[in-house]
């Protein structure tokens, strides 16, 4: 199995940037179809951006032209750049992986998780 840890999180101001990391071990992430999630208090878990296995991207509405995914396979490490950073996107974030050809938006479709990174925006 795959284990992933998050990292790249941290306090930003409202219209600022950061990259998350997600870098994996135990497998190569170029087996996988990855994904970000994300969860602020009181919500539910919901997709924000996945890769699949062959590089095709998808990306929730609300981050459309804002975030980037990308998979480095060699590093076996996936990245999200988040810019122009709203309050709202403040929750913790999480790497996940599924070992699917094909990105998902269901969280349930995901096996492996990493513990996620606090992304704090100020307004």
């Known amino acids: 199995q795959v284990q992933l840890v998050e990292s790249g999180g941290g306090l930003v101001q409202a219209g600022g940037s950061l990259r998350l990391s997600c870098a994996a071990s135990?497998?190569?992430?170029?087996?996988?179809?990855m994904g970000w999630f994300r969860q602020a208090p009181g919500e539910e878990r919901e997709f924000v951006v996945g890769?699949?296995?062959?590089?095709?991207?998808y990306y929730a509405d609300f981050v459309k032209g804002r975030f980037t995914i990308s998979r480095d396979n060699a590093k076996n490490t996936v990245y999200l750049q988040m810019n122009s950073l709203k309050a709202e996107d403040t929750a913790v974030y999480y790497c996940a992986s599924r070992s699917s050809a094909l990105v998902d938006r269901s969280p349930a479709s995901y096996a492996y998780w990493g513990q996620g990174t606090q992304v704090t925006v100020s307004s």
């Open positions: 890769i699949s296995r062959s590089g095709v991207t």
């Open positions: 135990g497998r190569t992430l170029a087996g996988y179809a």
